[in-house]
C-alpha cells in the first residue's frame, strides 16, 4: 500500500485497521470519519478503494453510487459491523436521499422507514460499516458536508513507470487472493483498545492540539484525524507497520491543516467572497469600492457586539479593515448566483452566522461614509483574509492610519437599555 500509493497508503492502512473498532468509537464519542477520494480517470481512486474494501470482503465489487438504489445502498451499510464498504462514482447531483445516507454513515444514523401502510410504527437501518466513496471531484453539496465528515485524499493522474505498475499490480493481486485474514490479527487487541481508548484519547488529542496551536483548523478535521492516530497509538509495537508512529502523527499534523484549508475553500461562506469578488471585476463592478466597501488602517474601531451595546476592537498590528455594506452586498450577490446554473443562494441570516465564527470578523459597524451613503454594516480584518487566501479585493494605496482611539482592550462603552457601567471585557 506504500509502496504503491505512498502517504495514501499510510492513512489507507490506518483507516481500516480502525474500522475495527468503529463502533466503540460511535458509542463514546458519536462519530467515526468517512474517507473520501478524488482525482481524473486512472489516478488510482478507484484501485486505492478495492485496496481498502478486501481488507474486510473476499472479491467484493464496489457499488456505485448513480446506478444502485437507496435500498441497495442501504443493505451494503447494514450487512456486517466494523468494515469499510467502497462507493464509487460519487457526483454532486446524485439524489438527495443517496446524500444524507453517505452523510449518515459519519455518526451511523441510517433511513427511518415505516412498517407497513396500516401502522405508525418505524424502524431505522443502522448504519455498521464505515465508507470509502470516490469521484473526480471534491463534493461541494450542502455546504461541503462530506468533506467535513471525511479523511479526504486527492490522487494525481501521472505516468508510472513500468516498476510503478508492476508494484501496482502485485498489490491488486493480493487483493484478489483475499487479505481478510489480516482482521483476525487485529481483532484480537479489542480488548486493549476498548479499556485503554479514553484514557490514550484524551493524551493524543493535548498532544496534537499543543502541537497545532500555531495553526489554522476545522475542529470537526482534527476530530476526524484524531481517531485514526489514536488507533496507531494503541496499537503502536502491535504490528510491524510501514511507518512509525512519530512519522504518521506528523502526517496527520500536515493532514488537517491542508483538508480544513480544502474544504474552507469549498464551503458556501467561501463561495460567497469568491463571488463578491468576481463582482469588483472591472468587467462587472456592480460592487464598487468607495460606494460598497472600504478598505483602510483604523488603530480601532467601533462596532456593535449585541443590540444596544457598543464595543472597542483594537487593530494592535495596524492591519487593513474591510469595511462591507453588507445588506447591499448581499442582493448584488443574490442576482449573481441566482444567474448561476447548480449553485444554492445562500441567505443573509445563514452568511451572517457563518461569519461570526470566523477569526477575521470584527463585528457590526453602525455606520460608515461611502460615497454619498453612510450605511451599517460589517467590519473585517482584511489583512488576515488575504494572509488566508479568502479575499482579494481591488483598492487604492495603503491606507493611513486613522487614529480613533489609543488602542486598548476590548471595552464595553455603553449600553443605553440597562445603563451599564464602563466595563472591560
Known sequence: MVKVFGDKGKFGIAFCVAANFRDLFLENYQFFPLMGGF???DSGKSGFGMCLQ??????LSALELNTSTLVGISRRLTRVKNTAVFFDEYRDDIDEDKHQQLKGGWNG???????????????VDK?????????????TKDDGALPSRSIILNFEQKERTSEEKEEYNKLMGYNKQGISSFVLDVVKHRA?????LGKTYSEVSRELKLSLKEAEYQN??????????????????????????KEYFALTKEAIIDNSDTI???????AFWRIVEFLTNPDVKSVKEGQDYVIEKKLSIEYVPKKGEKAIYTNTNGDLILFLDFGKVHQD?????????????IGQTTIRNYLKSKKYFIGLFASKRMGNRTPSGYAFNYSMMKRMGILSLPHGADAQVDIFDTPKKHQIITNSKHNQTTAEI
Open 39 to 41: 482525482g481524473q480517470r
Open 54 to 59: 478486501s481488507f474486510f470482503y473476499y472479491n
Open 109 to 123: 444514523i441510517g433511513r427511518e422507514k415505516g412498517k407497513g401502510f396500516d401502522s405508525n410504527r418505524t424502524s
Open 127 to 139: 448504519i455498521n460499516s464505515t465508507i470509502y466513496y470516490a469521484g473526480q471531484y471534491l463534493p
Open 192 to 196: 486493549l483498545v476498548k479499556k485503554e
Open 220 to 245: 470537526r478535521v482534527f476530530d476526524n484525524y484524531l481517531q485514526l492516530l489514536v488507533v496507531m497509538k494503541l496499537l503502536e509495537g502491535k504490528f510491524a507497520f510501514p511507518f512509525t508512529y
Open 264 to 270: 474552507s475553500d469549498s464551503d458556501g461562506l467561501a
Open 333 to 345: 450577490y443574490h442576482k449573481e448566483v441566482s444567474k448561476r446554473q447548480g449553485e444554492e443562494v
